[in-house]
């Protein structure tokens, strides 16, 4: 009875609070009143709203299979606004005398369909582009129209990529060859003399501030790109000599990416800003300075400087840079440089969400035991009962040492033949009611042992779904990196079931139990009972950023179909682009499989078969059907 009233009194309120949505979804995703989850591509500044499942419904009718890879052109039109406005209205407030160009990093998410669309929305502010190999540079190229957004080459540059860059110079655009490398500069004026083209240089530099964070390796002495300022000055003095100083047009450095505290951006700045000053006193033309990537996304909402967060806003960042950078300038009585930031992640993240379907629950039931042991019980199982017996919520931590102990016994036991099967199913589902008992306790204590940090985990249910980590969230996997998840309907009832992810790779770092929240990180997802009848649907957000190409091909699992959709402004939406998967015959053909004569060699096997009474010629065919309807499928469960 309780709880139906509980079920009953569930709102879609308390699923927002539950997961977050609003905390981390920066205005762009909420719930229905019928408890759908809900895109709203114009921000705060429009009520314009699409639910994810009529978007689904519509992919489904076009006979796309889960999972789908969402990506919404909207949001990346409105990251790129959010951060050109705000560096607007810093520079505005300020009366900061240069400008602001961004540049996106096309390593970010390098799908020719986002760099075409950051091209496109972003020339009303003059937003390049950053590359960092010859392979971006010449993908570049083949979409940037403005001579007036900067394209910076960062990254080791051979003379096939410097001279591609010479040329975009000469055709107008303004192209930057950042020197990661002392070495680098002799090739830049090699090829330039050669060329007759003059080169537009810019230093990266290791600064001494260090950041927190996962990604920040880039950053701090020890990294493995830009110069030190022993080579800064060598530099400088090789330019003069060659009487190319009046190449040096920029100064560049990257802390990492993802910096989830302020204070580290601010130092980084101060640094930055005051070599700037000192490379236009030594005679250095200069005018830009590009400060990277590193403004992070507040994956968890919680806006505080843990990793996966960020304890500032990217108006806050945008006016920290400005007022640094201007005081900087004007006390050494120096023009105000042009700012350049290499935002790639909070460009992108909010772009694509990871939709799938849940195939199956392995539900976490333990079966109810009597209350006293069963007459001529094994010791080991009357010591289990004890500790069911005395626990407290002082001596828990015993508690749980002393039942891993007796299992732990009661298996050894069993293998040397000392106790039967029967008896050592019996305790070990003692066992787990121990250990439910425990996690319930540990709920009401304000601060537990470690050892039971993740206790909910081993309980959970395990919910098993149509995706695979490794190929649409391989930061999880690889740096346990936190995405936002949450059902995408049924937001109206109450989840009753703790679950963590499992996906279909069977490997068993193909899971999801680490979840956002915003003190702590939790173990568990809250997820609905699943219906006979309905399916589920569950979105991974904010995976626009680095894991569409990071994504491997872990067990064959190949590239999701992607659609894409543009809301208009009256609500109504159109799929732009609808990209299919890979089909079993591509995944085997990236690892040299050749599927044609795959085809032969199994017809060649089948027809053995035959000639050896196996099976008739009607079945070959039903056979040689069912393998190349199987080389020809996706890659995911198909219904
Ligand atoms: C990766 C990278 C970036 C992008 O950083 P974000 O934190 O994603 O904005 C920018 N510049 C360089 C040189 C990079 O290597």
Redesign the pocket.
Known sequence: MIKKELLERWTVEKSEELYGIKNWGAGYFNISSNGEVMINPFGKKSDVSVSFMDILSGIKQRGFEMPVLLRFENLLDAQISHLNESFRKAIKDNNYQGQYKGVY?I??NQQQQVIEEVAKYGECYHHGL?V?SKAELIGALSIMKDKEACLIC?GYKDEEFIDLGLYAVKMGFQCFFVVEIPGELELIMQRSETLKIKPLIGMRIKLSSKAGGHWTE?GGDRSIFGLNTTQLIEAVDFLKAKNMLDSLKLLHY?LG??IPNIRDIRSAVVEAARIYAELVKEGAPMGYLDL????AVDYDGSNTNFSNSRNYSIDEYCVDIIEIVQSTMNSENIPHPTIIT?????TVAYYSILVFNVLDVAKFEIEAIPETPPENSHDLIKSLYYILNTMNLKNIQECYNDALYYRDEVRDLFKHGKISLRERSFAETVFWNIISIIAKEKKKMKQYPPDLSDIESAIADIYYCNFSVFQSAPDHWAINQLFPIIPLHRLTEMPTRNAVIADITCDCDGKIDSFIDLHDVQHVLPLHELQHDEDYYLGIFLVG?YQETLGDLHNLFGDTNVVSVRIYQNGDYDFVREIEGDTVADVLSYVEFNPKQMLLDFRELAEQAIREGKITANERREIMKAYDNGLRGYTYFEK
């Open positions: 990093p390593k970010v950053e960092g960062n880039s990257h990416s993802q990277g990537g590193g403004l290499e935002s790639g992640r909070v950023a």
